[in-house]
C-alpha cells in the first residue's frame, strides 16, 4: 500500500500518463463529459466529494504550468475562485514563473473537454467548479 498521497489507483494511473502540454480536467457533479472522453468519477453524493479537496491532492501529485476556468465562476461563484487563485499563488511553472489561471467562456470551456485527456467529476454543486489543468515539466 502507498505510504501517503493519492490512493485512488485510476487517478495515479493517469497522473503517471500525463505528458508535457496534457490537460486533465477537475469537474463539478453538473458538467456535461463527452462520451469519449475518460471520466473518473468520484462523486458519491451532492457535495462530496467536494472540487477543492480533490484540487488540493492533485495539485500535490502534479507539476501544472497553467489552468483554465469558465468567466462566469468569477461571477457565480467568486469565493471559489478566490480559493483556487489562493491555491496558485503556491504553484511555480518550471522555469519559476507563478501558475496564471487563463479563463474563457463556459460553453469554450465545454468545447475543450475533447482535448482533454479525463475529466474527474466530484460531487460539487457549487456553479462553474471546473478547472482544466495543464500539465508541465518539473525540468
Not at 462523486?43 to 492533485?58: E, M, S
Not at 502534479?62 to 489552468?67: D, F, K, R, S, W
Not at 496564471?100 to 462553474?128: M, W
Amino acid at each position: 500500500m502507498k505510504r501517503h498521497g493519492l490512493l485512488n489507483a485510476s487517478l495515479n494511473t493517469l497522473i503517471a500518463e500525463l505528458g508535457h502540454t496534457d490537460t486533465l480536467v477537475i469537474a463539478d457533479a453538473g458538467l456535461p463529459i463527452p462520451s469519449d472522453v475518460p471520466r473518473i468519477d468520484l462523486a458519491v453524493v451532492p457535495g462530496l466529494p467536494g472540487f477543492l479537496p480533490i484540487l488540493d491532492a492533485l495539485l500535490d501529485e502534479l507539476c501544472i504550468e497553467g489552468v483554465t476556468l469558465a468567466n462566469e465562476i468569477s461571477t457565480h461563484s467568486p469565493t471559489l475562485e478566490g480559493d483556487i487563485q489562493h491555491r496558485l499563488t503556491t504553484l511555480e511553472t518550471r522555469d519559476r514563473r507563478p501558475v496564471e489561471a487563463s479563463y474563457v467562456s463556459h460553453d469554450a470551456f465545454k468545447q475543450s473537454l475533447n482535448n482533454a485527456k479525463a475529466v474527474i467529476r466530484t460531487g460539487e454543486c457549487t456553479p462553474f467548479a471546473n478547472i482544466a489543468l495543464h500539465s508541465g515539466v518539473p525540468f
